[in-house]
């Protein structure tokens, strides 16, 4: 029944070790999103995929990438890590044109950097 | 200003309480407006959707009043799995009309006692 998948839920990376995040989805939604949420805030949005057209907030630091291969899939990429990315990663999906627009989230990467 | 911003809590209320939440927003392009709902350390869920009308569910009212950009939340009759972080958020959609962008509060954490 999971309609928002990600892998893994737990991540260690190692201070300026490449990770990559990944997230799939059943649901055949056109909009994909990336936040990063950090304990006690708000979550945050990277940037979002509106089917193949990447859509990055000002804000977001060149050290974070994505990846849609297709529909399902959207990878998070985090060239060289430093310690204050170390955060819960989430990704949630929706299809455009509905009248709450509601976004469905995964359950969350929890990237720690050592 | 925030372009979100929720009472900071924390609230502690006794089961069968009511207990309100307020949020106001500074872009007045706001198009959507939700509730939504976040257990410890998971994934945010919708609660609901908020109308100009005012919408209720069960126990949940949510209210918007666009003229004062302010949202919202009352439960009533709370129950000790209504506890959870209360995260206010809204969308703006961009002029393409094409991606649009949820922006949290950082949420108010509310614990119901037994």
């Known amino acids: 029944d999971a309609m928002v998948i990600q892998n893994p839920r737990y991540q260690v990376t190692q201070f300026g070790k490449p990770v990559t995040l990944s997230c799939s989805q059943t649901l055949n939604h056109n909009v994909m999103y990336w936040y990063q949420q950090k304990s006690s805030q708000a979550p945050k949005l990277l940037f979002h995929y509106y089917d193949k057209d990447f859509n990055n907030e000002a804000d977001t630091p060149d050290n974070f990438q994505s990846r849609r291969p297709n529909t399902s899939f959207c990878f998070l990429d985090i060239r060289s890590p430093g310690l204050g990315d170390a955060a819960m990663y989430l990704c949630a999906t929706s299809r455009v044109g509905q009248p709450s627009y509601e976004q469905y989230f995964g359950p969350g990467t929890r990237l720690t950097v050592t | 200003r925030k372009e979100v911003e929720q009472d900071p809590g924390p609230f502690n209320v006794p089961e069968g309480a009511t207990v309100a939440f307020n949020c106001t927003y500074s872009?007045?392009?706001?198009?959507?407006f939700f509730w939504y709902r976040q257990d410890c350390r998971k994934e945010p869920k919708l609660l609901m959707s908020v109308y100009s009308s005012g919408n209720e569910d069960g126990r949940f009212t949510a209210q918007l009043n666009r003229a004062s950009q302010y949202i919202s939340l009352l439960i009533r009759d709370s129950k000790l799995s209504d506890s959870a972080t209360y995260l206010c958020?809204?969308?703006?959609?961009?002029?393409?009309?094409?991606?649009?962008?949820?922006?949290f509060g950082k949420g108010t954490l509310l614990t119901v006692n037994p």
């Open positions: 872009n007045s392009a706001s198009q959507s």
């Open positions: 958020v809204v969308s703006v959609l961009n002029s393409g009309g094409s991606n649009y962008k949820l922006t």
